[in-house]
């Protein structure tokens, strides 16, 4: 049976929508587009307009519109605007409007885009002429990858103008469909979502996913609700299915019901975004009188704050004065509060603030508690709830408590479902895995005491813990030297970022200076909540005294200057650091309970415990390294000091509900040495030895060397997290001389393919995952996000920032980078320099880059006596297809001159063009 066409699975999916109520339209290019626009726009505004526009006034409305980047767009899509009229009068216009039935749909396919180049668009969803939502479709059997980077392509060469008003793309072979939101940047695929049922149940089917996602009231709902503009990034964040239903189930909850709940979303799984947004939508509710983000006073830390006012700017009180929470509760115009548990007990058994605070006692309150597992078992609980009479309360929480690891008050165990009641949604780890939501865990036990007992019996935990021997000179020594040594191996040579856990601060204080003895070339520090009051006797060094002695190391080697006293600050600096956030990152960061919850950090990949851990405490602890990032972090690493086998096991059943935690844990090294193997199999099958590659004429076979090869890495690159991995062993049936060489040819196809490709390649969208080769850490992409993550609000840290990347620049050996690493520093000296923010630094550095490109075609032009403009021309064309006409560019050069002058003029254009691409590839 022959494969269903592109043609006739987009007919089928334009029919589908057809009988969902959208139009089909006709528009074969984007004058059209434009023309449609203006009149589904009028159409839309037709109540607040008495008369149609003139060519002046949408002139007007355009010039609102137009030159701006993703991220401006879609806040111009969502704000009104006032048009002021020909004859003086002003006019408030939109672009949507939140209830669907009064939205214009259309449909519309295959219309050509005339930018850097030509492009033909598949299928374009349109609400009241904006091309809001892009479709783009793959043949059954191609995998829907390729589409995602046909759109990346796509944004490089013509999505602009109306098309930057672009909210979600879809991506579907048939059988498998994705969305995700536009972006300036580059899209990641890890952020393309499959959608599901309200169980978690996908649905890939692309009529089926029409039905239910594109829906008209759903896909209004999606882009007005469910769609985050994030103030901080300049990014937009669309949310996945288990956020939205979880979102759903607890505005029903508040709306028909009385009655707390709770959500059970795992860790890594977005709960903060997910619990504000529901605090967003109550807040608009006229019948709920105040919505009150409830988190604990340790968990309102710098990235609280900075999540929350990326949802929404300004919404965090960060200071510990109750009188400020309780004007905001006097304030009717104040309908959401972010505050903590502390303030809030307070205000309401103070007696000053009892005439404000007790207005709101029999009023309808909607309390939503983020890590609901950690801050709701105390008196101050039960003081806010005594207040607030007519209160619901929602809670959020990936660990919850159970019988089994519940918090114990006498003879009665408290649960989260004691607290909250029923849990309205679920969504475990093995299904966050299974979604690539969050990674597994790749789980190593080293053996550290020797002696008579068993190492694997559980209660030897209980046994032996706070006793010597955990705290032995020669074991944390053992243990130290053993993270040194494997380190760089465990973080790809220093791309990640690692937490070590410790069991005390009398642990912590004595590994920060076995860690000082060591030779090493790491950046290692340590932090932990000191105690005021704390006894001294027989201690030699007090725990204050010792953290300001790490803190003086870590000013020494970060040019900062931070002490106890500013104990805030240093812990933000610190955990920009373990986030890769600064310039020079921080490699293993010290710790005995902070960072364990809560802290989100992409680079953090690998944890290295020596303390004693289980249930709720273990998996939060595990969970700081399983966020997804990019190819090379295939699963987060925890290396076990301690018999935490069992206590291991126990949790992941708890928490994933099943004893079959597979998918889970990753498996252990013999399984990817037998996939490793495998994959050398089935690569010599396609080319026996590397030189056979030179010789693979057929695309198909390249696109499915490129494929195997790419995979075999992958494998490679998990064998190596591994202590026992060598190349030399005699399990492998590849030796790494003759991997290096097939990795030769592969660079050798990814380079010819990038300059030489044609028009139509099946190798156009192929993933070549080319960051999984590359071992050196300081590339472009590693360049630009120092750049965007320079402190532009502390002058003397920006200059040190400018300067530390300017040296990173000089000590790169990577080719893309060494050809851009000119340009890089006039950026920094020309414009980084004079920035006051962050804000748009990439839209900064691509005009920055645009005009290099454009000075570098002038001047070479003007030595050489050509038109820039025919240069232009011949670089457009070589930028897309690959190939140069030698023989065209000679006959376009009018000037007359002798044949061999002519001849070498045309050499050098042809190396020109050559160098000038590669150069801003």
Known sequence: MAYQSEAALEQQFIDQLNKQGYTSVSIPDYDALVENFKAQFETFNSAKLDRPLTDKEWERVMNIMLGKSVFQSAKILRDKFVLEREDGTKVYLSFFDADHTKNIFQVTNQTTVVGKYVNRYDVTILVNGLPLIQVELKRRGIDIREAVNQVMRYKKHSYNGLYHFIQLFVVSNGVDTKYFANSDRDMLHSLAFFWTDFNNVRITNLKEFSISFLARDHIIKMLTRYTILNDTDKLLMVMRPYQVYAVEALVRQATLTNRNAYVWHTTGAGKTLTSFKTAQILAANPNIKKVIFLVDRKDLDSQTTEEFNKFENGSVDATDRTDVLVKQMQDKNRQLIVTTMQKMANAVKRPQYSKIMDTYKNEKVVFIIDECHRSQFGDMHKDIVRHFQKA?????????????????????????????????????????IFDNNVLGFHIEYIKTMEGDFDWDDPTMADAID???????????????????????????????????AVSSIEALIKYYDIFKKIKHDLNISGIFSYGQNEEAEGKDEHSRDALERIIKDYNEKYSTNFSTDTFAAYHKDISDRVKGKKTKPLDILLVVNMFLTGFDSKQLSVLYVDKDLKYHDLLQAYSRTNRVEKETK???????????????????????????????VVPEYPYFVEKFNEMVTRLKQLAQTPADIDTMQSEDDQKLFVETFRELTKYLQSLQTFIEFSFDQDSLIMTEQEYQDYKSKYLMLYAKHKKDREVVSVLNDVDFCIELMESDRINVAYIMNLIRNIHFDDAKQKDYDIKHIKEELGRTDNPQLLRKVEILQAFLDRVVVGLESADEIDAAYNDFENEAKREEIVAFAQTEEIDPAMLTDFISEYEFSGTMDAGNIRDRIEKPMPLLKKRSLVNRIVDFIRQHTEKYQ
């Open 466 to 500: 706070g006793g010597e021997l955990y705290m032995s000179e020669e074991r944390m020594s053992l243990i130290a030297n053993h993270i040194v040594q494997n380190h760089k191996a465990k973080t790809r040579n220093g791309q990640y970022t690692a937490i070590f």
């Open 634 to 664: 295939p699963f987060g690493i925890i290396i076990c000091y301690r018999n935490l086998k069992k206590r291991t096991d126990d949790a992941l059943t708890l928490f994933s509900k099943s004893h079959d935690t597979s998918g889970i």
């Open 392 to 432: 619901q309360f929602f809670g959020f929480t990936g660990t919850p408590r159970f019988e089994v690891n519940g918090k114990t008050e006498g003879k009665i165990t408290q649960t989260t479902e004691m607290l909250f009641g029923e849990c309205v949604h679920n969504y475990l780890i093995k299904d966050a």
